[in-house]
């Protein structure tokens, strides 16, 4: 992997981050693979997929509480051996509830009790997603004060700065090719941006017939990998991603 370090006066995109001293970035940007909601499809095909193509990458996984070990799920074992192989667990509350549509202290549960559940079982505890993506202001003020890095359901560019409260994705859905994914990324490489997030849910066999909104076919997920490694591209868990391009802060 090659980085190097920004000067900090001349990197424009980076005007809107805390006043680092020590900000490096990528030559590229940094590809950050997401997966959410713990599908079983995440262990046992995107897992082995990604090793098999770099041993050295690793996703973050947005995993509800109330999904780990359910039917068809992720079990806590699995979130392990994936978190052994440098993979970020990360938090996407208790039960996948709205959050803008509950009460502050319920929201404050299920951040809270995302939170405690990951730092309880030794998973990476410092990155957290809203669950379909619906927030307030006051659920951002709320999950702020577990997690030090917050994912957003919106497709952002970053080319005017990074707000690790206020990342965003790339969301693959059904329909999706290989080339649309690729685009989504040499759009950020044409951009000069220091970060894209490209976020799955289920990756299923190309002949399914019946599967979820949010899905992306094998052939699809495997090609994007090929292409990834072709171009030699920074693939990282968000929490490292941000450690690199933001600073390296303490949880709090
Ligand atoms: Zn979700």
Redesign the pocket.
Same mark, same amino acid.
């Given at each position: 992997m090659r980085f190097t370090v920004a000067p900090i006066a001349a990197a424009a995109f980076l005007a809107c981050l805390p006043p680092a001293d020590n900000v490096h970035r990528y030559e590229e940007p940094i590809v950050c693979i997401n997966f %959410? %909601?713990c599908f079983e499809s995440i262990h046992s095909f995107a897992f082995p997929c990604m090793q098999s193509t770099d041993t050295t990458w690793a996703a973050t996984h947005?995993v @509800?509480v109330t999904f780990v070990g359910s039917p068809g799920m992720v079990t806590l074992d699995e979130l392990k051996e994936m978190e052994a192989k440098g993979w970020e667990t990360a938090g +996407?509350a208790f039960t +996948?509830a709205a959050l803008s549509a509950l009460p502050l202290d319920s929201v404050e549960y299920q951040v809270k009790a995302s939170y405690d559940f990951l730092l309880k079982n030794n998973l990476h505890h410092t990155t957290f997603?809203y @669950?379909?993506g619906n927030y307030t202001a006051e659920d951002e003020t709320i999950a702020s004060r577990w997690f030090l890095n917050i994912r957003t359901a919106h497709d952002l560019l970053y080319t005017d700065g990074i707000n690790r409260k206020e990342l965003g994705y790339f969301a693959v859905k059904g329909g999706h090719s290989v080339d649309d994914l690729v685009a989504r990324v040499e759009r950020a490489r044409s951009l000069g941006a220091p970060l894209v997030i490209i976020g799955f +849910?289920a990756v299923l066999p190309d002949s399914v017939l019946s599967f979820p909104a949010y899905w992306c076919k094998e052939s699809v997920f495997s090609g994007f990998m090929r292409y990834l490694k072709d171009q030699e591209l920074p693939v990282m868990t968000i929490e490292k991603a941000m450690n690199i391009l933001v600073g390296d802060h303490h949880a709090p």
């Amino acid at each position: 992997m090659r980085f190097t370090v920004a000067p900090i006066a001349a990197a424009a995109f980076l005007a809107c981050l805390p006043p680092a001293d020590n900000v490096h970035r990528y030559e590229e940007p940094i590809v950050c693979i997401n997966f %959410d %909601d713990c599908f079983e499809s995440i262990h046992s095909f995107a897992f082995p997929c990604m090793q098999s193509t770099d041993t050295t990458w690793a996703a973050t996984h947005f995993v @509800p509480v109330t999904f780990v070990g359910s039917p068809g799920m992720v079990t806590l074992d699995e979130l392990k051996e994936m978190e052994a192989k440098g993979w970020e667990t990360a938090g +996407h509350a208790f039960t +996948h509830a709205a959050l803008s549509a509950l009460p502050l202290d319920s929201v404050e549960y299920q951040v809270k009790a995302s939170y405690d559940f990951l730092l309880k079982n030794n998973l990476h505890h410092t990155t957290f997603a809203y @669950p379909g993506g619906n927030y307030t202001a006051e659920d951002e003020t709320i999950a702020s004060r577990w997690f030090l890095n917050i994912r957003t359901a919106h497709d952002l560019l970053y080319t005017d700065g990074i707000n690790r409260k206020e990342l965003g994705y790339f969301a693959v859905k059904g329909g999706h090719s290989v080339d649309d994914l690729v685009a989504r990324v040499e759009r950020a490489r044409s951009l000069g941006a220091p970060l894209v997030i490209i976020g799955f +849910h289920a990756v299923l066999p190309d002949s399914v017939l019946s599967f979820p909104a949010y899905w992306c076919k094998e052939s699809v997920f495997s090609g994007f990998m090929r292409y990834l490694k072709d171009q030699e591209l920074p693939v990282m868990t968000i929490e490292k991603a941000m450690n690199i391009l933001v600073g390296d802060h303490h949880a709090p």
